[in-house]
Structure formats: C-alpha cells, structure tokens
C-alpha cells in the first residue's frame, strides 16, 4: 500500500537517516525531510508542521534530543504522529513512550534498530489509521455549527457466561453536514467546569433516552455513562442526574457512571459525598482507567465504587511486557479481595483475551467482540444476547 503522509525523520546517524529515507520513499508518496537533531527537527516542526504526518525520533542526540523534542512539539500543538526509533534498551523505550503519551501526543509506538521495512510499513498503516489530531480551528467551527451529541454503544460480555451484560455509552459529535467526530474534538474546547457539567448532562439525558427505548428488551443488560470527577465535584450534579433519571422512569440500578480523572480532584470531599449519595441511590459506580490517573488508588480507598476498569494501553502491553502482565494479574486480584467487577478495555486480538482470561478479569469489550454500535443496532443485539467468544 502506498500512502501519501509527509514523513520527517529527526536522527543523527547519516546511515540510519539514509536507510529510513529509502524505505520511507518506497512507502509513501509524500514528502521526507530530515533533521540530523532536534532542534533542527523543531524547526522543521515550524516551517512544516501543518503539513507533517508522521516523525521518525531518535532519543539519543547531541543539542536536544528526543525527550526534549516531544516536549517541545507537544508545546507548539504538534498534531501529527511520532515513531520513535532508537538503540536504547526495552524500557527506556518503553517509558519514552509512555512520556509521549502522558504529553498528549499520538505516539504510533517504538521501533528498534536497525529498521525493518514490515516494521515501518505497519506504522505508516496506523498513522494513515488515526489521521491527524483535529484543529483548535476545526473545534470551533464545529461548535459554531449544528450539531447533535449521538451515543453509540460498546457490548460489555461476561467471561463466564459468554453473554453481553452491559453497554458503554460512547459519545459522537454528528454536524449538520452528517460528519460523525469523536468526543476530542468536543470537549478539547470546553474550558470551564460549568461547561463540561452542562454537556455531560446532555449526554447523559441521550443515553437516558436510548435506554427507554430498549426497556423490556434485556432488563439485566446495563448501561455505562462517563462523567469526569470534576463534573462530580458540582454542588447541583447529583440532584440533576437524578431528576434526569426520574424523568425518563427508568431504575438507577441499570445506570453505571464511569469515573474518570485526569487530575487530583479540586475538593476531594465534595466528590466523595456525589459518589455516596449516587450510590445510596441506586446507581452503579465504576473507577474507569484504573492504574492510569493522578488519584486513582485514593479514590478507590475512599469511594463506594461497584467496578473497576483496566485501560487498554494496559491490555495490549500484557501480550509483550511482563511488568504490564503481572499489574493486570494484581488488578484482578484486587478486584476479587474487594468484591467488585473487574473490566478489561480494548481487547483486539485473540492473544489479549488470553491475557485477560488467565488474569481472571470478570467483564471484557473490545474490537474483538464489537465496535461501538449507533442506538439503532442495539435492541438487535440485545434481543439475541449474543454468546461471546470461549
């Protein structure tokens, strides 16, 4: 497959630079520039940084090197992807990686040296994949546009039973032109808390309404919504979710909230007290990436959570790294001493949901079972409560 991404490769090894450039030229129609350090590459960032798609790193170079070049790019508002490329041990790859990631830039993964073609040739795949990251530009066209918040839904299967015993509601921005996005571009725009609180209600109230609709259908089949513990924080968000519910009559014990956390929360004491009065009212509560945020561990000790869930970077690590393995057995494990549902994100290959089943993991979802489906799929799915795979 010939793609057409503009490639920059940042590398102070002439040999490595002339090998990636031939291999990248038989891969690609767009263009290769290449900067022998990475202040050389920042400046290609500038110069060029609307136009690149994809940046082969070295880590280790003289003037600035790879680490401070992902800083920087991450700085600027680099939107493209990197690769990053280099003779420095598994780990230190992995946790440069790992710095990528925590920096908000799309890091396609790492590649040793010396180069393989197949090897450049998947990368190349997975950034024509992802694209690029939408423009602050694109955000604010797309609010000033009409638009339509539209759940679709991810089947949760049970790995005991084989049967789909929940939804996860995931959010798409729908335009007036019928372009579909994914939440980033929504809430890359939100800056206030009021904001987020507003449109978390509003989708809530979506789901809210799918699942009217499918009452009767699958009574035991939940329905997962996410909502950031900032947004949990709100003196009035408990009282607004529960008059949400009521609203459309439907018992709080088939409604998950998802917490997520980016950060350590604000007033820890006002979103512990939502969690208990949400809980005391009915709802299922989920810690979602656990292992992953600031606050997740103290969360977990002070909250009345019901489920916790495993990202998936953790879920396809296990298949390569043993130190990911060992957490996922330890999360499960821990799952099991405080008698809640453990969940495993992101299983795609048969390889992972071996991982997960050997780990003891209760609930699985994933591209290997379902992409995430419109509401208009689901009581189909629901109807049939299709087996999972054994």
């Known amino acids: 497959m010939l793609h057409s991404l503009n490639c920059l490769i940042v590398d102070d090894d002439p040999m490595y630079v002339m090998v990636a450039d031939s291999i990248l030229s038989s891969l690609t129609s767009g263009s290769v520039a290449k900067a022998s350090n990475g202040s050389s590459g920042l400046e290609a960032l500038r110069t060029g940084g609307a136009k690149l ?65 197949d090897a450049i040739a998947a990368a190349l ?65 939100i800056t206030s808390t009021t904001e987020r609180a507003e449109v978390s209600l509003e989708i809530t109230r979506a789901v809210l309404s799918d699942a009217k609709s499918w009452q009767g259908r699958a009574d035991k089949c939940g329905v997962s919504i996410n909502l950031d513990a900032c947004v949990l924080e709100q003196p009035e968000i408990v009282a607004s979710i529960q008059t ?31 969690l208990i009065r949400l809980r005391m009212a009915g709802f299922r509560l989920s810690l979602d990436d656990y292992g992953m945020g600031a606050s997740s561990f103290e969360l977990l000790r002070l909250c009345p959570f019901s489920e916790i869930k495993v990202d998936r970077s953790i879920v396809e690590a296990c298949a ?21 549902t453990s969940v495993a994100e992101g299983v795609e290959t048969e390889r992972e949901l071996a991982e997960v089943r050997e780990a003891g993991i209760d609930l699985v979802q994933g591209f290997l079972f379902s992409r995430p489906l419109p509401a208009s799929a689901i009581p189909a799915v629901l109807s049939q409560l299709s087996a999972a795979r054994t």
């Open 53 to 117: 798609d994809v940046v082969f790193l070295d880590l280790n170079m003289p003037d600035l090197d790879g680490l401070g070049f992902m800083r920087a790019a991450s700085e600027s508002g680099f939107g493209g992807n990197i690769v990053i490329s280099s003779g420095e041990t598994p780990s230190v790859l992995r946790s440069a990686e790992a710095m990528g990631k925590m920096l908000g830039i799309s890091v396609l993964g790492t590649l040793p040296k010396p180069l393989k073609i």
């Open 125 to 189: 795949d997975e950034a024509t994949r992802r694209g690029r990251k939408a423009s602050s530009s694109l955000v604010g066209n797309l609010l000033c546009d009409d638009f339509e918040l539209t759940p679709y839904y991810q089947p949760q299967y049970s790995l005991t039973s084989g049967q789909i015993v929940g939804l996860e509601s995931l959010i798409r921005l729908t335009t007036k032109d019928g372009l579909v996005h994914g939440p980033a571009q929504l809430f890359a725009s």
């Open 244 to 274: 949400a519910v009521m609203g459309f009559d439907i018992d709080p014990k088939i409604i998950c909230l998802e917490v997520t956390e980016k950060s350590l929360p604000k007033e820890p004491s006002r979103l512990v007290e939502a």
């Open 320 to 340: 390569t790294d043993p130190i990911t393995r060992k957490f996922l057995h330890a999360f499960a494990n821990l799952a099991r001493d405080l008698e809640l």
